[in-house]
């Protein structure tokens, strides 16, 4: 049973008899969002309030009914009874709801009627109140004239607003007579008073300005009862007519229900009828996620002007070579589905994720009204930097390159200059690296050297000497005269634009002819000023240390007439030398700084490679804080082993230096791996290769210039026949992973100035794989040559020894065939190679399995005889008229 049943009403029952209960009850469902709803009971108190006959009434009850205009009548209206109700007992829960539902909204509406009247009531008690101010003013300036007569109301007053003056006192001498009584009536300009008004959302109420009282005064309408004669109480003012009592005098205090809205301690945890549907439906409270939007479109409202349409804000943005279309959707602040359908409508059917070119985006971008920004990947190098005003600029020391022929003296002449022994230290005597030394001299003033090697694999060492030197001194020697590599180092130079000076060494040898060099160089277009020319000469000797101040000088002038400079105080910028990878120190590359000061700790580029310097090391192993322009130093702390020759740039973080060496990097792996567009020409060769028999190398070295040499001459030694194929090369010691790769592909090692260490040893043991150990270049690029050859085995070559012709054929035995030939070549031997031709056509190729001569065995048969043989295999297609060839093979081991 449910206390529904419970409540119902029951025949035969009867009503108890007792008081009115003062709390009701009821149940209020509530809706909420996501369709949950929850049922609350509701309870009403009310309190008890005694009606004009002792009866009790409801204090919902006791409010007055809502009336019509105002009317001046005499008497007050009978108080209405209250309204009768069914019992309670009787009703059923909806129609308990529904009465309380309506209790509720009366109780409402009689709260706005009882505000209104007292805002009616303080707005006419305002108005007296200055009626009575003018009046005590006009009485006090009458006192003051002390005329008997009443005075006359000057033009001011007359055009006061009081709509009814006060009479003067009782001791005034003519009493002015009381005026008609005014009726108290509605504000024209305020809506009528309804009794259902919507239901709003419930807001913190706010207190209205008080009206003015000089604006009060003017209003005709609401005036002010005036006073009677006498001077006594003021006249009660006109009861609205519809029933509402008269007042008179002052209202008699009536209990008035607490204005609770700004005080919920009573309530707070109670949900009230009110509270309840409190709503805008009036059945179905707000859900919080419409209360957010709520605010948030009051928010819209009142910042960004409502219903006003905000301007198009026009943006930059930045397009690269390719981009995806929501890519672009997402720089523009725009909606994918509509760069969709703008795509659609230029005919290109594409989706979000599919990727445009950079003409198609910017035609999205004008149509859309915003700026494009190019970009490109390359925009992420550096620039070429701008050069240094004038007023920066300071003199720095000259850099000088030895350049010449292999083994005429270069390095010892720099060893003379410098006072040290660079060749005992070289292997073969010969130079295969390229040194950067830095000479000071008597007067402190310094000159940078570089020393080049001289052998012909070591052309681009050379090229990058002149191309970063600013003098060039070309090292001839006097008894052997100009060589291939001296036309070459002179060709070098003239490429680079630089000045030259022809030192002339070994003069103190008896074979020396100096004028000899000065002639043959008129070859090459190379003018000595004792000829007439502008290029200097010098005679010097290297173990004699003879004219070496004269070059000295010689430098000096050429230098101040350069008038070579630099400007320190910036980022510095270099060129690599050399570069190689120290076991201890890591890759090391010798850096020549051409302007600015490279310090320690600066973040750098250098060709794909980027670093921090960890410590700067000058030509005499002295660790050093900075380095100024033209001067050589080891750089210590870069990620990999740079190229020879590639520039160094000092760059703001290091965030900036991966940036641009990962782009370097992957633009010179793209080159590596793009394929060049085919040609007739290029398949012919690659089927050429193809057919070309590959001898494959994994070459390790200790610097990087070296290196490169080695695999340039390695390439010159392949031919058409077998060709050498550079696996790996690389800088540094023997690896595993070296060792794994030749393992894979049966290549040896080339180890030049390195050596392998413990693991790559014993893998090389297990895998069968060779180890070459070089140190002068002549002798692996000799050895390389050799097993390449080796590789393609001997060379066959043929010697024709007879040439006979077939003149009949006779039967030999039951099945075989035998020719009688005459001998018209040579001599045509037992056991050779043998092949007939037909029409110049070979039709049979084997060996002569008998010779005879008059039923004779025979060895041989020379030229004008003739003689019968019988070849191998039973070969029987022999006619006349064909042509026998005998020839010999002999093996030769190949050359390359």
């Known amino acids: 049973m449910s206390d529904t049943d419970n409540e119902k009403p029951k025949l035969g029952m009867r009503a108890p008899l007792g008081l009115k209960r003062t709390v009701e009850t009821g149940k209020v469902k509530q809706s909420f969002s996501h369709g949950r709803s929850n049922t609350v009971v509701v309870e009403v108190k009310r309190r008890r309030v005694l009606g004009p006959h002792g009866t009790p ?39 308990r709801q529904a009465r309380l539902l309506r209790e509720a909204e009366e109780q409402r509406m009689n709260a706005l009627e009882e505000a209104r009247r007292r805002e009616e009531r303080e707005r006419a008690e305002a108005v007296e109140a200055e009626a009575r101010r003018a009046e005590e003013k006009a009485r006090a300036e009458a006192e003051a004239a002390k005329a008997p007569p009443a005075p006359e109301p000057k033009a001011e007053e007359a055009a006061a607003p009081a709509p009814a003056p006060t009479p003067a006192p009782a001791a005034a001498p003519k009493p002015t007579p009381a005026p008609a009584p005014v009726a108290l009536q509605l504000d024209p300009s305020r809506p009528a008073p309804r ?101 948030e479109k009051e928010h819209r409202r009142s910042y960004g002007g409502g219903s006003v349409q905000r301007e198009k804000q026009v943006r930059d943005v930045v397009v690269p070579e390719a981009i995806t279309v929501q890519e672009l959707a997402n720089r523009m602040a725009e909606k994918g589905a509509d760069l969709v359908k703008a795509l659609f409508k230029m005919g290109m059917p594409v989706t979000v994720n599919q990727t445009i070119d950079q003409d198609t985006a910017e035609l999205l971008v004008t149509e859309f009204g915003h700026n494009l920004q190019r970009v490109s990947d390359s925009d992420v190098d550096l620039d070429v930097s701008e050069a240094d ?74 090229a990058r000497g002149a191309d970063i030197t600013d003098i060039v001194v070309l090292v001839v020697a006097a008894n052997d005269g100009l060589m291939p590599q001296t036309i070459e180092a002179i060709n070098h130079t003239k490429a680079a634009g630089v000045p030259m000076i022809v030192a002339i060494n070994k003069v103190d040898l008896d074979s020396a002819n100096p004028q000899r060099v000065r002639e043959r160089l008129l070859e090459h277009e190379v003018i000595v000023e004792e000829m007439g020319g502008e290029t200097q000469d010098v005679e010097v000797s290297a173990l004699k240390k003879i004219g070496l101040d004269t070059l000295i000088e010689k430098i000096q002038l050429q230098a101040e007439l350069l008038e070579l400079k630099a400007n320190p105080d910036r980022e510095a910028e270099g060129t690599v030398i050399e570069a190689k990878l120290d076991k201890g120190r890591g890759p090391v590359a010798t850096i020549l700084v051409n302007r600015g000061t490279l310090k320690v700790g600066d973040v750098f580029v250098v060709g794909a490679e980027s670093g921090k310097v960890r410590a700067l090391v000058n030509d005499k192993g002295q660790q050093v804080k900075e380095a100024g322009p033209s001067t050589p130093v080891e750089v210590l702390g870069l990620s990999g082993v740079p190229m020879a020759g590639d520039p160094l740039q000092v760059v703001e973080n290091e965030a900036r230096a991966r940036e641009v060496a990962e782009y370097r990097s992957g633009v010179a792996l793209q080159k590596r791996t793009t394929n060049a567009p085919a040609s007739l ?82 893998i090389a043991e297990r895998n069968k794989v060779a180890f070459k150990y070089y140190d002068v270049i002549y002798d692996l690029t000799d050895e390389i040559r050799a097993g390449m050859a080796g590789q393609l085995g001997p060379e066959a070559f043929e010697t024709v020894v007879g040439r006979a012709e077939i003149k009949e054929v006779f039967s030999a035995g039951k099945h075989g065939k035998a020719a009688g030939l005459l001998v018209t070549e040579g001599a045509i031997r037992k056991a050779l190679k043998a092949r007939i031709t037909r029409d110049d056509v070979i039709i049979y190729q084997g060996e002569i399995a008998s010779l005879r001569r008059f039923k004779d065995d025979v060895p041989e048969v020379r030229a004008g005889l003739e003689c019968g043989v019988t070849f191998s295999q039973n070969f029987t297609d022999i006619k006349a008229g064909d042509y026998l060839e005998t020839f010999e093979v002999e093996m030769r081991e190949r050359t390359l």
């Open 57 to 95: 009434q409801d204090e919902a009850q006791a409010a007055p009914e809502p009336v019509a205009a105002p009317a001046p009548a005499a008497a007050p209206a009978p108080t209405p009874a209250p309204v009768p109700r069914p019992p309670v007992s009787n009703e059923t829960p909806q129609e």
């Open 195 to 295: 009794l259902f008004t919507p239901v709003q959302r419930p807001e913190i109420p706010k207190p209205q300005p008080k009206p003015e009282p000089q604006q009060e005064a003017a209003a005709p309408a609401p005036s002010a009862a005036p006073r009677p004669a006498g001077g006594g109480a003021p006249a009660s003012r006109p009861a609205p007519t519809g029933g509402a009592p008269v007042r008179r005098g002052p209202e008699p205090a009536r209990p008035q229900q607490r204005d609770r809205k700004g005080d919920d301690r009573r309530q707070s945890g109670k949900l009230t009828v009110n509270r309840a549907l409190g709503g805008e439906d009036g059945a179905r409270a707000r859900s919080l996620a419409a209360l957010k939007r709520a605010r």
């Open 389 to 462: 005003a004038e007023d920066t600029l300071q003199p720095r020391a000259p850099v000088v390159t030895i350049m010449g022929h292999v083994d005429h003296g270069k390095t010892s002449l720099l060893d003379a200059l410098r006072g040290t022994d660079v060749v005992k230290g070289e292997a073969g005597g010969i130079t295969q690296h390229i040194g950067a030394y830095q000479v000071t001299l008597k007067d402190k003033s310094k000159v940078t050297f570089l020393d080049t090697p001289g052998h012909e694999a070591f052309t681009q060492m050379r």
């Open 681 to 762: 020409e290029s398949m012919f060769s690659a089927l050429k290769e193809k057919q070309a028999m590959e001898y494959p190398l994994v070459v390790k070295a200790d610097t990087q210039g070296t290196v490169e040499a080695i695999v340039a001459a390695i390439n010159k030694i392949s031919t058409d026949d077998i060709k050498a194929r550079v696996l790996h090369s690389g800088v540094g010691g023997i690896t595993e992973s070296d060792v794994s790769l030749a393992g894979a592909a049966g290549a040896p090692i080339i180890g030049f100035n390195v050596r392998p260490n413990a693991k790559a040893r014993e």
